[in-house]
């Protein structure tokens, strides 16, 4: 059977490849270590089990709006206000069935066939595939690795066509940990209004910056960015939710509309009971947040001082999210590899350490290291790394 064009293009997840042939090491008796998943390995909190739990009992186990629950949407909205000073109303929220299915659903809405966005590198791996699904053109620009990966409004401008309808920022990052702060957002709006171009605001992993820099919205430097931005979010990595797949976008209420209109023929709704757990998280107070902080913060100090201790490995030490992104192309020629997937092929072979090639993240002389582990592994995954560095010289 012939398959449809608009799949044919796509690029498998380098992130669930890599994460699979780790499992399928690690079923066949090998001592893995993974260093690949993108998501926390605490349990959800207690508290919002209970609730999902205790929403099943009381029958919440039917369709709600295809929205998400009026409750919810209002904790939404509060979280916004409280946390960035955003101010929405419910009809201003969808939930969804995770932050990625916010994106897809967004991008299916807004984009005709040939309409740009504009996908800085190094990226996180379904943006340029659910770009090119809705029939879009992703246009990739280079961040440069000097300039802490952050694209430049420079950078930015040069990229703009007459096609570009959005560009994607991604703070904290995925896959490179690196936080814009207020000024450097606010050089990038400034092109961005210039252009009438739509931003899109990924901030999934805005619980998780381990600085003094607090965590900053480009929809909250204006009332004209605010109308100009749809902010993505969720519970997946600020609570350890990632199983439950709720999500949520807020903006325009003419594209909010037109979302919620296409999950009605898509997913229906968000898991009722995965609501109810939703609001009781957003409802209660952040202690887990907070702990689960204080533990990535410990393993990065950890992890980072032994990542660039090895030779040929170099990495500005990021601020938020919860990866390290290393380059390792010194290490990789002093090594005799023609280039990083064959090297990170051969580590996880020879040592079972799955990092994550950069090249599904636009960057090919890069690794991506998730730290959503113990102390004790993550010292002995950067114990064999260094070991099969060091013998492959």
Same mark, same amino acid.
């Given at each position: 059977m012939q398959l449809a064009n608009r799949v044919k293009t796509l690029t498998p997840s380098s992130t669930l490849a890599i994460t699979a042939k780790a499992k399928k090491l690690k079923e066949e008796g090998h001592d893995v270590i993974a260093l690949?998943?993108?998501?926390?390995?605490?349990?959800?909190?207690?508290?919002?089990?209970?609730?999902?739990?205790k929403a099943m009992e009381n029958g919440m186990t039917k369709y709600t709006p295809s929205g998400g629950i009026v409750k919810l949407r209002e904790a939404i909205c509060a979280k916004l206000a409280n946390d960035n000073d955003l101010h929405y109303t419910p009809d201003e929220i969808i939930v969804t069935t995770g932050a990625k299915h916010a994106l897809y659903t967004l991008f299916q809405v807004l984009l005709n066939p040939g309409d740009e966005v504009i996908v800085p590198a190094p990226y996180w791996v379904s943006y340029p595939e659910q770009v090119k699904l809705a029939g879009g053109h992703p246009v990739i620009v280079k961040a440069d690795e000097k300039n802490s990966f952050k694209l430049t409004p420079d950078e930015l401008e040069a990229a703009i066509t007459d096609k570009t309808k959005a560009i994607i920022i991604n703070s904290?990052?995925?896959?490179?940990?690196?936080?814009?702060d207020?000024?450097?957002?606010?050089?990038?709006?400034?092109v961005c209004l210039k252009h009438n171009i739509l931003i899109v605001s990924d901030e999934i992993y805005e619980k998780l910056i381990y600085t003094n820099d607090k965590h900053t919205s480009v929809a909250q430097l204006s009332n004209q960015l605010k109308k100009q931005t749809i902010v993505i979010n969720g519970v997946s990595k600020s609570h350890a939710m990632t199983g439950w797949r709720?999500?949520?976008?807020?903006?325009?209420?003419?594209?909010?509309?037109?979302?919620t209109n296409m999950a009605s023929h898509s997913t229906s709704n968000p898991t009722s009971i995965a609501q109810f757990a939703a609001l009781a998280a957003y409802d209660s107070p952040e202690d887990p947040i907070t702990e689960m902080k204080k533990a990535f913060k410990e393993r990065l100090d950890t992890l980072y001082d032994l990542i660039v201790d090895i030779p040929g490995v170099t990495c500005e030490k990021p601020k938020g999210a919860f990866y390290l992104f290393p380059n390792v192309e010194?290490? &990789?020629?002093?090594? +005799? #590899?023609?280039?990083?997937?064959?090297?990170?092929?051969?580590?996880?072979?020879?040592?079972?350490?799955?990092? &994550?090639?950069?090249? +599904? #993240?636009?960057?090919n002389g890069n690794v991506r290291l998730s730290y959503a582990n113990s102390i004790d592994l993550l010292t002995e995954a950067a114990k064999r790394i260094n070991r099969f560095v060091i013998n492959h010289q």
């Open positions: 690949g998943a993108g998501e926390p390995d605490f349990n959800t909190p207690r508290y919002i089990i209970e609730a999902a739990k904290p990052s995925n896959p490179t940990g690196m936080v814009y207020k000024e450097e957002l606010k050089a990038l709006a400034e709720i999500g949520y976008a807020a903006g325009d209420k003419e594209i909010i509309k037109a979302m010194q290490a &990789v020629k002093n090594n +005799g #590899f023609e280039h990083v997937d064959e090297w990170v092929t051969a580590l996880l072979e020879e040592e079972k350490v799955a990092l &994550v090639p950069g090249s +599904g #993240f636009g960057s």
